[in-house]
């Protein structure tokens, strides 16, 4: 089973990043970890870190024709102004699952707003890392019940 896996806008600065926020890890060794789980798995996972709506959207589009079962997506900035994110999110129709480092819920009140909430099964915020664990599992869990 195929999964894709976004890291939007500044993820990719992760372990420089704010880490009193977001923490100490960098994007790859975040990856490397899920990587990991998911070979355990059986799942081939599929990532891309971009700074560019397009390219990411470009990615969700993609995903169609290649036979990818769900999507892990950490929008970054993205999620509280994206309408196009989600549009294609919701265009392509995979099962998806909202990913935050940080509880952007306990934040300023402009990151309370998911425009991709709305389009995902559900969204996890505030776990760190581990955060993108738990995603797999939810995801993997759907899956199997499909
Ligand atoms: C974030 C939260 C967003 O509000 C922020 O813009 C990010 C990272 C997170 O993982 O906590 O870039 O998605």
């Known amino acids: 089973m195929k999964l894709l896996l976004l890291n939007g ?8 990043r704010e880490p009193e926020i977001y923490g100490a890890q960098t ?19 599929i990532h891309l870190q971009s700074n560019h709506e397009g390219e990411l959207i470009d990615r969700i589009h993609q ?21 196009s ?7 392509v129709g995979i099962p ?5 480092l940080s ?8 990151r309370h707003i998911s ?7 559900g969204q996890i915020s ?7 664990e738990l995603a797999l599992e939810a995801l993997r869990h759907h899956l199997d019940q499909q």
């Open 27 to 45: 994007l790859d060794a975040i990856v490397a970890d899920l990587v990991k789980l998911a070979v355990a798995h059986q799942i081939e996972l």
């Open 9 to 16: 806008p500044n993820l990719n600065l992760l372990g420089s």
């Open 115 to 121: 425009y991709v909430s709305g389009v995902a099964l």
């Open 96 to 100: 998806t699952v909202e990913v935050h």
């Open 63 to 83: 995903s169609r024709s290649e036979g990818i079962r769900g999507l892990i997506i950490n929008p970054g900035g993205l999620t509280h102004s994206s309408v």
């Open 126 to 132: 505030g776990f760190g890392a581990q955060g993108y």
């Open 85 to 91: 994110l989600r549009d294609a999110i919701a265009a």
């Open 103 to 110: 509880n952007v819920h306990a934040r300023e009140s402009f």
